[in-house]
């Protein structure tokens, strides 16, 4: 069955420093979202990506975040400047059709800013 | 804006008993969807069930069915026969009908199955 797949699953960087974080969504998939959850916390929406540019995107995500689709398979999460509050998981989802279709999400990237 | 309310923290269940984990929601949308997701402590988000507005009858997936409320914006989950391997977090879910529309979740429920 085919899946949403991100890498790397942990990455510890330093403060100040910028992480580019990768997905590879479902590969007939056309929408694409970015979601963060902090420990113990709920999911929160982070932004979403249809024909190659931003839809819609949160409070959360702001000029320190920037997403790409460098090719036709992959689905990137940069973070310019870390701070220690971007520590979280982050998810990937894709899905077909937008709208009500279910997401599929990745297994999530840890990101630990120390 | 639309609003998730899961009012149970955590919840703890006898094996094979069935368990209802609630969620209302609030909307001033006519089309949207309701989803839940179960994530245990590996931490991956596994979707478990889909419920549309307009759906008239309640959503099912083999053990998991979605008891839909509309008019009291409820959307609960109950898991028949509860097993081990149901211990996880839950979160409810909604999303609208736009194109590329985000999935906002509830603060979820932590269900703990005694064996």
């Known amino acids: 069955e085919p899946e949403v797949t991100q890498t790397p699953s942990h990455q510890v960087t330093q403060m100040g420093q910028e992480v580019i974080l990768r997905c590879v969504p479902i590969?007939?998939?056309?929408?694409f979202y970015w979601y963060r959850q902090i420990l113990g916390q709920k999911v929160e929406f982070l932004v979403s990506?249809?024909?190659?540019?931003?839809?819609?995107k949160s409070e959360i995500f702001d000029d320190q975040f920037s997403v790409e689709r460098p090719d036709g398979s992959n689905f990137t999460l940069k973070i310019r400047s870390t701070k220690l509050e971007d520590s979280a998981m982050y998810f990937c989802a894709s899905n077909l059709a937008g709208g009500t279709h279910e997401q599929y999400f990745g297994p999530g990237t840890r990101l630990t800013v120390t | 804006a639309q609003k998730i309310t899961q009012t149970q923290p955590g919840m703890f269940v006898q094996e094979k008993e069935a368990v209802t984990l609630d969620c209302t929601y609030d909307?001033?949308?006519?089309?949207?969807?309701l989803f839940w997701y179960k994530q245990p402590s590996s931490g991956e988000m596994i979707f478990l069930i889909y419920?549309?507005?307009?759906?008239?009858q309640n959503a099912t997936e083999g053990r998991y069915s979605l008891n839909f409320q509309k008019a009291r914006k409820s959307a609960n989950l109950v898991i028949s026969a509860s097993q081990l391997g149901d211990s996880a977090m839950y979160f409810c879910?909604?999303?609208?009908?736009?194109?590329?529309?985000?999935?906002?979740f509830g603060s979820g429920t932590r269900l703990s199955i005694r064996p």
């Open positions: 419920q549309g507005s307009y759906d008239e």
């Open positions: 590969s007939n998939h056309l929408y």
């Open positions: 909307t001033s949308d006519q089309s949207y969807g």
């Open positions: 990506f249809y024909n190659n540019e931003i839809s819609e």
């Open positions: 879910a909604w999303t609208g009908y736009s194109s590329a529309s985000k999935i906002i």
